[in-house]
Each structure stands twice: as structure tokens, then as C-alpha cells.
Nanobody
């Protein structure tokens, strides 16, 4: 059983930056690919970024490509999401997930964090 805890929530102005972290415990972190997903009020959960076990493969949603960077540190059991050039449309609850492979499909991910709020507003 893997437990995931996100941190880094905050309120930022458009154009600003935030870094989210997701620390895992209770399992072998390096066995899992990791993903970040988000859900805005009144909308369905959507894929943001994912990374394979070694960090050598990453995928991004078109809406965040070039602005967000996913990375991981297996020694620290942590995955990160660096978010730059934030836009109001990035406002959402961001959740990390442990998945069997790097994926855009949240349905195959087994373990989820509780989510952390990101608000982009002037």
C-alpha cells in the first residue's frame, strides 16, 4: 500500500511559478510511474503530466507543455511538478498518483494523494 502526500499549494498571480511535491511512503517508490492530474470546479479530472520509474520518459498535456516540468527523486521518494507561467486556467486541485506506467489515463493508476489547491488569480 502506497501513501501519497502532496504539498506546495498556494495562490499565485498569472505569470508566476509554483512547485508541487508529492512524497510517497509505504511501498517501493521506484517501482511506480507517477502522474499529476488536476480537477477544476465543475470539470472532470484531467491529465497534467506523467513520468516513468526512472525519469527517462515524460508526457505532458498540451495545455501545460513548455510551462510545467515533472521530475522525480527516487532517493527521496518524491515527485515534483514545477509550474511556470501560470495562467488562471491552471486553477484546480492537483493530485499525484502512482501508476503502473507513465500514462495519460488516470483510470489505471492505483494510488492517489489527497490533492492540493492551486489558485492563479490577480
Amino acid at each position: 500500500q502506497v501513501q501519497l502526500v502532496e504539498s506546495g499549494e498556494g495562490v499565485e498571480q498569472p505569470g508566476g511559478s509554483l512547485r508541487l511535491s508529492c512524497e510517497a511512503s509505504g511501498g517501493t517508490f521506484s517501482r511506480y510511474a507517477m502522474g499529476w492530474f488536476r480537477q477544476a470546479p465543475g470539470k472532470e479530472r484531467e491529465f497534467v503530466a506523467s513520468i516513468n520509474w526512472s525519469g527517462g520518459i515524460t508526457y505532458y498535456a498540451d495545455s501545460v507543455k513548455g510551462r510545467f516540468t515533472i521530475s522525480r527523486d527516487n532517493a527521496k521518494n518524491t515527485v515534483y511538478l514545477q509550474m511556470n507561467s501560470l495562467e488562471p486556467e491552471d486553477t484546480a486541485v492537483y493530485s499525484c498518483a502512482a501508476c503502473p506506467m507513465a500514462t495519460r489515463n488516470s483510470k489505471i493508476c492505483s494510488y492517489w494523494g489527497q490533492g492540493t489547491q492551486v489558485t492563479v488569480s490577480s
